[in-house]
């Protein structure tokens, strides 16, 4: 059996920048409810990262607990 042809647009470097922006801007311009959501969404993100930030800077991460890196699973 024959699979459908697949097509691929090639988008690099700015074009594929503007195509990401456009793709994101027509929903919110022509849904409501698009924008209650990326905002909402844009919020949660804000605060989570605010968080992560403020817990990395009051509990830095010491030396003892970074774990084996170079043999994770304990195996010589």
């Given at each position: 059996m024959e699979e459908?042809?697949?097509r691929r647009f090639p988008v690099r470097g700015t074009a594929a920048l503007i195509v990401a922006i456009a793709v994101i801007m027509v929903p919110f311009v022509l849904?409501?409810?698009y924008r209650i959501f990326f905002l909402v969404s844009?919020?949660?993100?804000i605060v989570v990262a605010g968080i992560l930030y403020l817990w990395?800077?009051?509990?830095?991460?010491?030396e003892e607990d970074i774990h084996n890196t170079k043999r994770p699973l304990g195996l010589d």
């Open positions: 459908p042809l697949q849904l409501p409810a844009l919020g949660i993100g990395r800077m009051y509990r830095p991460i010491r």
